[in-house]
């Protein structure tokens, strides 16, 4: 079966980096867009950032823009997730999330638009 496995997820301060990775394992990786959400403590998930199949598109929102950076390795069918001048309004359990919708072009902004899902990795990031 489809499994997502997210990890890299830790303690950090304000400015500070980190790099979350998400395996993949039980579909064709290599044909599918990714997604990086994140869903902090009462509040609903929210879109991080999303990659096509073949890397060559990527969409953040402002909110990340310039400071996260999403790549994929589909040899390692493995997505990640570089975190950089991290805030602590950054802090929530990280998810990353498939799009089943084979070879699409089109970027999946909500929760709504993926269909598997990983465990989730926890990011703190104090001030």
């Known amino acids: 079966q489809v499994q997502l496995v997210e990890s890299g997820g830790g303690f950090v301060q304000a400015g500070g980096s980190l790099r979350l990775s998400c395996a993949a394992s039980?579909?064709?990786?290599?044909?599918?867009?990714m997604g990086w959400l994140r869903q902090a403590p009462g509040k609903e998930r929210h879109f991080v950032a999303a990659?096509?199949?073949?890397?060559?598109?990527?969409y953040y929102p402002d909110s990340v823009k310039g400071r996260f950076t999403i790549s994929r390795d589909n040899a390692k069918s493995t997505v990640y997730l570089q975190m950089n001048s991290l805030k602590p309004e950054d802090t929530a359990v990280y998810y990353c999330?498939?799009?089943?919708?084979?070879?699409?072009?089109?970027?999946?902004?909500?929760?709504?638009?993926?269909?598997?899902w990983g465990q989730g990795t926890q990011v703190t990031v104090s001030s």
């Open positions: 999330a498939a799009d089943r919708t084979l070879y699409t072009r089109t970027l999946r902004t909500t929760q709504y638009g993926y269909d598997y």
């Open positions: 039980g579909y064709t990786f290599s044909s599918y867009a």
């Open positions: 990659i096509t199949w073949n890397s060559a598109n990527t």
